[in-house]
């Protein structure tokens, strides 16, 4: 069953354990608008529930624009929900957490980064979302779209997944403009008999200068190990930070383990880890990281 793909907009080119395509957004503006973005990461205490949410919100004021958590149960913890909240009450970033049919027999836990900012009224920052039908195909994809603007972050959410169902976030370009993601479902590698649902969400901006805000996605393989780290952590330019994060795996029984900024105040790089919960998987499989920067 290791020869299912997901199907996913991106188109991928790949060989090595170096990184083999960069794609950059944009060009340099002539005044871009300033967004001053913090972390404020929360953490789960370890318990062994074998499924588990956390909010992690944003000071008032504050929209949350993205973001990304890390799971410390092991190869078997997977990442079900990474959904950006803009609420009356407060904006916040949630992220569930499951154990997959092997269980963890340990306590375990996870951290949340939500990426949080003041930002001006002119940029239009909102959260788009779609929810597919439920489903009980292989894989499946849950599309969100801009209305105005750029996407600077992304979300998605599996439910009824039993921990069974991998989570990976794309965008639907690689090239000047992305308006849109996906929130990629994929069972694992023996499949999983129940049925689930996939939600997308798509945080969205209108720049004031083309320019205000880039994306950079690197893909990368791995040589059939059972685990793939990004080789470089994905950067943004000098000058510039992180909005939101981005990527996935493409093999079934692999994941999303850790997708986390390099620093609180102002974090301008990213790191990803990936993870098979059955082992070497005896081929190459690819990881996709993609990074979004602002001014």
Known sequence: MQSRLVKKWAPVVAMGLAVVAVQVLGAEPAAATSVSVQVFPASYSPDRLAAKSLSAPCPPGQRVLGGGALTAGGVHAIITELQPIHAAGGDSLRVSV?????????????????????????LNVQIETHTNQPTSTENDQAVSHCKLGTVIGVG??????????????????????????????????????????????SVCAQPTVFGDFQQFKIWFVTNGSSVTSTPNDPTCPSGMHLTGLAGGTETPGTHLQIIEPNRTVAPNAAHFVSQSSVGPIGNSWIEEATIFCAK
């Open 98 to 122: 499951a154990a997959d049919q092997f269980g963890i027999s340990v306590a375990w836990g996870f951290q949340v980064f939500p990426f949080c900012a003041a930002v001006p009224a002119a």
């Open 156 to 201: 998605g959410k599996i439910d009824n997944g039993n921990g069974q169902v991998n989570l990976s976030f794309f965008t639907n370009s690689s090239g000047d403009f992305p308006t849109g993601s996906a929130a990629s479902a994929q069972e694992d590698d023996d499949g999983f008999a129940g049925t689930y649902t996939v939600t997308s969400y």
